[in-house]
């Protein structure tokens, strides 16, 4: 019987920690002006099935609408950026800072480099895409 992954994470303060229980996508780099302006830089994200994804403490978890596709979740205690999920799918984007380490993960990828801010560049050698690949 294979070992089933789990993960834990959470936002600085505590007030939101959650666990996953399952299989998290490697992490991809989103460059989109959302992004940028939500974190300040680009989004670092891994994802999970909805189902996989517990909340042990959501009493500072908020969510607010993104766009008319989706919605991000922060902590409204220490102002964390946590999360992305899409209205149709069924998974959430995790930003990938938020899991407590070791996270075993690696990038794979940046998506929507058309976007990109103009004060640095993309150098890693990992593949580029101008919109969600």
Same mark, same amino acid.
């Given at each position: 019987?294979?070992?089933?992954?789990?993960?834990?994470?959470?936002?600085?303060?505590?007030?939101?920690?959650?666990?996953?229980?399952?299989?998290?996508?490697?992490?991809?780099?989103?460059?989109?002006?959302?992004?940028?302006?939500?974190?300040?830089?680009?989004? &670092? &994200?891994?994802?999970?099935?909805?189902?996989?994804?517990?909340?042990?403490?959501?009493?500072?978890?908020?969510?607010?609408?993104?766009?008319?596709?989706? @919605?991000?979740?922060?902590?409204?205690?220490?102002? @964390?950026?946590?999360f992305w999920k899409?209205?149709?799918?069924?998974?959430?984007?995790?930003?990938?800072?938020?899991l407590d380490l070791?996270?075993?993960?690696?990038?794979? @990828?940046?998506?929507?480099?058309?976007?990109?801010?103009?004060?640095?560049?993309?150098?890693?050698?990992?593949?580029?895409?101008?919109?969600?690949?």
């Amino acid at each position: 019987m294979a070992e089933v992954e789990t993960h834990e994470g959470g936002c600085l303060c505590g007030a939101v920690r959650f666990e996953i229980t399952g299989h998290l996508r490697d992490v991809t780099y989103c460059h989109c002006g959302q992004c940028r302006k939500t974190t300040g830089h680009y989004f &670092a &994200a891994t994802a999970c099935e909805n189902d996989e994804l517990e909340f042990v403490a959501d009493g500072g978890l908020k969510w607010f609408r993104a766009s008319d596709t989706a @919605s991000r979740g922060f902590c409204d205690q220490c102002g @964390s950026t946590l999360f992305w999920k899409p209205d149709e799918g069924t998974y959430t984007a995790i930003l990938a800072g938020s899991l407590d380490l070791p996270t075993g993960l690696k990038a794979t @990828s940046h998506i929507f480099v058309k976007d990109k801010a103009d004060y640095y560049e993309i150098t890693d050698g990992l593949p580029q895409f101008e919109g969600d690949n």
